[in-house]
């Protein structure tokens, strides 16, 4: 487990006001919307929030893989001491892979099905290092002992439509984390895979985040996971953050109603046969948001303001922050944003 | 530093289940048409190829008046032609070139057409607009008409012919491999190779090519059949590979004249060139049979 003593290290990644756009034919979507974070080395954030509230987007602009026509138009990106946001693309590929990685979601699409796993494993240290072919094979079946892959030695070999879902999924954190990132990006890693080997997966990051330093971002629409893996929770809905609290914190004392109704519709181990709890109603559209406080409409403690204008995500005096007129009254200043 | 005792169970043994797929040449093998094809392409191939070593170059010009369009017999195998020379050697030296024109040509064409409808299919917009408008438009050139009018203009050799062929029919390989590469470069294995920093062309054509391999061996090879119709199209109206130099097209084009008198200087050229072509068609069709994953049995 992360150890627990409350040492301020330097955060290895510093989030300010990011915002992410989509400029479409319909309009412009706001899917990133002044996102601030950090996260110190060792330690681990879980981004939350459901389906189309910007979770991907988020982590996409930090490694500048926003899809077109999506755009980075405001924010920095400090990473280990340097802005991400300016970096040129030549820069930005000295970066990506060697200082952080990323696993994504679906780990049946996420390997080349043409090429060996060995290989796929070592690519970036092929690219980035420059290591001879036998070191490059002795570090692709140390990487797969690494994930518990069996017969590692043959398995180098193998292509992946000759592995299970599973070891798909280790395989490819394996290629993410073989140079060492100083930051692990996992978009959803268990989402497409069924719940024992979701098990596998958790330990998998667990033993990783506790033999290194390095960091972890973990995007996730499940609070389960993000409990299991996290030390640090940040709830997006709608492109922002609303609320951003230590793991405990969020699940014993949720400030935010939003950060209440997931919690309520987590399935418990105690009741069963118990109707799950839902939040209802749908999040706004992204290309003409409201005037107000954005979860207005599914709020059960809406009040009038909250349909006129907008909450700030503002910090209170236990040092969590959230987004919500029933805690603080401060208005969010729109940001000045430069296309 | 906490021990964690791994949950994660390990898998198996330490043996590995047999392949359970047939491998590429089993598959390959298994098709008939087109393990016949393959055998008939190498048999040509190889003879064609080694003949030098054993026929002297000089009986294929050479010419002989005393023995004008003899007929097929066991000293000259397919006889002679309207100069004496001998068809059989001459078929044989002629084969060489036609091949060559063909696996020329359509290689100059596979190289051109990968390349731009790699470009164009990976990075779509402008550039995509730009190359497709390109490809339109030699597409749109009636090329046999061009063909013909280099050949008039300049003496046509080996060389040039292919270079004329292969640099005009490579709209069919780009357009091919620009639709498979925008069906690629959106998927997942595409996105992760970009989060590690990997520079475009090393993704296009290290990660993306080999998913495509299999539509362009296939249209390669119908590319090579085309090439070799197209030689011996334009070599028929004697524009083409010029006498004495024989070629598979400019043989059946010289024995126009004798169809009845001496059928064979026909027949055999025409066959041949009819075996080759349906030859690559067939290994073409089985090859995308056997790359398709979807088809493994």
New interface residues.
């Given amino acids: 487990?992360p150890d627990t003593n409350d040492r301020k290290a330097a955060p290895v990644l510093e989030v300010t006001n990011l915002t992410t756009q989509f400029f479409t034919s319909t309009g412009v979507v706001h899917a990133v919307d002044a996102v601030s974070f950090s996260i110190p080395a060792g330690r681990a954030l879980g981004l939350v929030g459901e389906s189309g509230s910007g979770k991907t987007v988020t982590a996409l602009s930090l490694?500048d893989?926003v899809p077109p026509p999506g755009v980075r138009v405001a924010g920095s990106i400090r990473f280990a001491g340097r802005d991400l946001m300016t970096m040129t693309s030549e820069e930005?590929?000295?970066?990506?892979?060697?200082e952080i990685?990323?696993v994504?979601?679906?780990p049946l699409?996420?390997?080349?099905?043409?090429?060996r796993i060995g290989d796929q494993i070592v690519?970036?240290a092929k690219?980035?290092q420059g290591l001879s072919r036998a070191e490059l094979t002795e570090l692709a079946i140390k990487m797969l002992k690494m994930v518990?892959?069996?017969?590692p030695s043959?398995?180098v070999r193998?292509y992946p439509?000759e592995l299970s879902g599973g070891?798909r999924q280790r395989v490819?954190i394996a290629?993410a984390v073989s140079c060492e990132p100083a930051l692990l990006i996992a978009d959803e890693p268990t989402t497409a895979l069924d719940v024992t080997l979701q098990?596998?997966i958790i330990?998998?990051l667990?033993?990783l985040r506790?033999?290194s330093s390095m960091a972890l971002l973990l995007i996730t629409h499940d609070l389960g996971l993000a409990a299991e893996l996290c030390d640090e929770i940040a709830v997006m809905y709608a492109g922002q953050i609303v609320e951003k609290a230590p793991l405990k914190e969020i699940f014993g004392n949720p400030l935010h109603p939003y950060t209440q109704g997931l919690i309520r519709s987590l399935p418990g181990q105690g009741q069963p046969r118990e109707r799950l709890e839902t939040i209802a109603g749908q999040p706004p559209d992204l290309i003409s948001l409201p005037p107000g406080c954005r979860f207005a409409d599914r709020c059960p403690h809406a009040v009038e303001r909250c349909w006129e204008a907008r909450p700030a995500l503002v910090q209170l005096d236990s040092g969590r922050e959230v987004r919500c007129f029933l805690h603080d009254s401060a208005v969010d200043e729109p940001l000045a944003v430069s296309a | 530093m906490a021990v964690i005792e791994s949950r994660v169970a390990p898998i198996g043994t330490n043996s590995l289940p047999e392949r359970r797929f047939p491998s590429f040449r089993q598959r390959i093998l298994r098709n008939r048409p087109a393990s016949i094809g393959l055998i008939v392409l190498i048999l040509i191939g190889a003879i064609t190829a080694l003949t030098p070593l054993f026929i002297d170059a000089d009986r294929v010009t050479a010419i002989d008046l005393t023995s004008q369009q003899q007929r097929p017999s066991v000293e000259r195998p397919l006889g002679t032609d309207e100069l004496g020379r001998d068809v059989l050697v001459r078929l044989l030296y002629g084969g060489r070139i036609s091949l060559m024109v063909g696996v020329g040509a359509a290689s100059i064409a596979a190289t051109i057409g990968v390349f731009l409808g790699g470009v164009s299919g990976y990075f779509g917009g402008r550039v995509d607009a730009l190359l497709m408008r390109l490809t339109d438009m030699v597409l749109g050139l009636p090329y046999f008409f061009l063909l013909i009018l280099f050949a008039s203009l300049f003496r046509p050799s080996v060389l040039s012919l292919t270079l004329m062929i292969g640099m005009l029919r490579w709209t069919t390989m780009a357009r091919l491999v620009r639709g498979e590469f925008q069906g690629l470069r959106d998927r997942d294995f595409v996105l992760a190779a970009r989060a590690t920093g990997r520079s475009r062309f090393s993704i296009m054509f290290s990660e993306i090519l080999p998913n495509a391999m299999g539509p362009i061996i296939v249209q390669f090879t119908i590319g090579i059949a085309f090439a070799i119709l197209a030689e011996s199209s334009i070599s028929y109206l004697g524009l083409g590979i010029r006498p004495p130099t024989p070629s598979w097209g400019n043989m059946l084009s010289n024995a126009q004249g004798y169809l009845f008198l001496a059928p064979w200087l026909a027949i055999v050229p025409g066959l041949l060139i009819f075996i080759t072509v349906l030859s690559f068609n067939f290994l073409g069709d089985g090859l995308r049979d056997a790359l398709d994953p979807k088809l493994r049995r």
């Fill in positions: 487990m490694i893989l930005m590929r000295k970066v990506q892979g060697t990685a990323i994504l979601q679906n699409t996420s390997l080349n099905p043409v090429q690519e970036i690219v980035h518990h892959i069996s017969a043959l398995r193998a439509h070891m490819a290629t098990l596998q330990c998998v667990q033993e506790a033999s």
